[in-house]
């Protein structure tokens, strides 16, 4: 088990407020863990905002509930990694294939932005949740 040396929780309703809060979240983060390197800062914190981002905008609430977004966030040795989750949201676990689609050249740019700053991109269903796993090999400190 890799040892947690920071770690930032986060839950609210999906409005844009909430990205606002997990801003601050990110940089309470990097306060905790400022060994972090900044270009690692940076890529994880675009990625994490982008993916929390797309459950504000285009996640679905089952019926009669509200959607929900959390956030955990880690840090590690070696790893940076956000368990994001669209809480009381439809079902959608399926990611579209790497890559631009052709046909509509918004759609999926936001997901192909986050594949290309974090190591990996997974989402599985948990209940009557969504959740988004990305994570983030941090680069080697420099000799």
Wanted: glycine share 6%.
């Amino acid at each position: 088990m890799t040892e947690i040396l920071a770690r930032r929780c986060f839950r609210d309703g999906a409005t844009a407020d909430a990205i606002e809060a997990l801003h601050t979240e990110l940089d309470g983060l990097w306060d905790d863990a400022s060994f972090v390197p900044a270009m690692d800062q940076m890529a994880f914190t675009t990625a994490v905002i982008e993916a929390a981002s797309n459950v504000v905008q285009h996640g679905v609430a089952l019926a009669g509930r509200e959607l929900q977004l959390g956030v955990e966030l880690t840090v590690s040795a070696s790893v940076l990694e956000a368990r994001i989750s669209e809480i009381d949201a439809v079902s959608h676990t399926q990611l579209p294939p790497a890559g631009l689609p052709v046909d509509d050249m918004e759609s999926g740019r936001g997901l192909s932005l986050i594949r290309a700053l974090v190591t990996t991109v997974t989402v599985e269903r948990q209940g009557d949740t969504n959740v988004w796993v990305l994570s983030r090999v941090q680069a080697p400190p420099e000799s």
